[in-house]
């Protein structure tokens, strides 16, 4: 996984903007308006932070060297992980894929609804 492989599954997702809100260096991806995945652009290690489950989180971090607590991040709920290639992309795609399922469960039900109709 890269940068770009990153950023192409993300926008895959329904309901899925990328912004720049924090300045040039941090890519945001977003949900119905709602922050699901950071990703710093030119970092010298490849990363991301991702929100996850609580209890999940504490045994990702134990389970693997390249999962620390979220940097500038609540670290009960989110986590940085390092994209060494340690850690196979395809269970890097499904911590992502479950941060994203995280917010969307978290959303009104109006949010909800309108996100049906973009899928």
Same mark, same amino acid.
């Given at each position: ?16 903007? +990328? ?5 040039? !260096?941090? &890519?945001?991806?977003?949900? @119905?308006? #709602?922050?699901?995945?950071? *990703? ?18 504490? +045994? ?5 060297? !390249?999962? &620390?607590?979220?940097?500038? @991040?609540? #670290?009960?709920?989110?986590? *940085? ?39």
């Amino acid at each position: 996984m890269n940068l770009e492989t990153l950023r192409d599954f993300c926008l895959e997702l329904p309901g899925v903007t +990328e912004e720049l809100p924090f300045g040039p !260096d941090t &890519l945001v991806f977003k949900v @119905m308006g #709602k922050v699901f995945l950071l *990703t710093p652009i030119d970092g010298a290690r490849p990363q991301f932070n991702a929100k996850c489950d609580p209890e999940k989180a504490e +045994e990702l971090r134990e389970k693997f060297s !390249d999962v &620390l607590p979220g940097y500038h @991040m609540n #670290k009960k709920h989110w986590n *940085t992980v390092y994209i060494t290639g340690n850690i196979p992309s395809e269970i890097l795609f499904s911590w992502v894929k479950d941060s994203y399922d995280l917010v969307v469960n978290s959303l009104p039900k109006k949010d909800k609804a309108a996100l049906q109709e973009q899928s």
